[in-house]
C-alpha cells in the first residue's frame, strides 16, 4: 500500500472509531443545521479534526480541505505558493441517515496531487468495510480487488441518484426523468461517497449527481476508475470535482445513462 494512502486509512479508521462511539448514544447528539436538510454534528467536527491532524503531523507541507472546517494552508506554507499536494476530506458523509440511527454513512478522504486524485479511502463504520485505490494500483475493498458491474443493459440496471426529486416530494425534472424511470431501480442512499463505491464494487451499476461539492466525489470517483468504470460530467468531460455533476458507471451502463441524459 502507497505510504500516503496508510496514514489515510489510519485517519479513516480513527474517524469511524469517533463514529462508531457516537452511534451508541445518538440521543446526546448536538445537531445544529447548515442549511435547509444539511445537519452537522459534533461528531462531524471532532472526526474532522481527528483525520486532518493524523494527516498533518504526518504531511504538514500539504494543504487541505474538509467540509466542516474549510480549506486549510500547509503549515509551512509561502505566500503566492499551492502545495501540489490537498487532501479533500468529508468526515461523515450521511450525517441525516447518521442522527437518525440509519447505518448508511461513511468517511471519505482523497489526495489531490497537481489537480489529480491520486489516492482515496472511503470507511463505512457501521460494516467495517474500508474501499481504497491508488491512481494505476486498482481498488479494493478489506484489501479484496473490486470491480464494477460488467452489465450490459441499462434496462436491468440499479442506479444511485442524487438530483432532484430522487428522494421523493417533488417531481424529477425531466432531465432525468428517463434516466431514473427507464433502469430496473434506482436508489438514493444518502451518502454520495458510498453511492460511488458501491459503483466501484459493483453493487450498483451507476451513479447521477448534482449539486455535489469535492469531498462528496474526490475519493469515490478515484474507486470508480480504478475499478474499471468511467467518470464524467453531464458533458462527458472531466469537470465532476468543481462543476458540481457527475455521471459514472460501468463502460456500457456509461454510455447508455449519458444518451438518456442527452435525449
Known sequence: ??????TAVKA?????????????????????????????????RASEEAIIEILRTAYPAHAFLGEESGAHQALDAVDGVQPEFRWIIDPLDGTTNFIHGFPMYSVSIALVHRGQVTQAVVYD??????????RGGGAYMNDRRIRVSGLTHYGDALVCAHVPGSAGGSAVPPRFAGLLTECASARRIGSTVLDLAYVASGRCDGFCGV??????????????LEAGGLVAD?????????????????PKVFAQMVSRLRI
Open 211 to 224: 449539486n455535489l461539492k469535492p469531498w462528496d466525489v474526490a475519493a469515490g470517483s478515484l474507486l470508480v
Open 1 to 6: 500500500m502507497h505510504p500516503m494512502l496508510n
Open 125 to 134: 463504520p457501521t460494516r467495517n468495510e474500508l474501499f481504497t485505490a491508488s
Open 12 to 44: 479513516a479508521r480513527r474517524a469511524g472509531a469517533i463514529i462508531n462511539r457516537a452511534s451508541l448514544d445518538l440521543d446526546r447528539l448536538q445537531v445544529a443545521r447548515k442549511g435547509p436538510n444539511d445537519y452537522v454534528t459534533e461528531v462531524d
Open 234 to 250: 453531464f458533458g462527458g468531460e472531466q469537470s465532476w470535482l468543481t462543476s458540481g455533476e457527475i455521471l459514472a458507471a460501468g
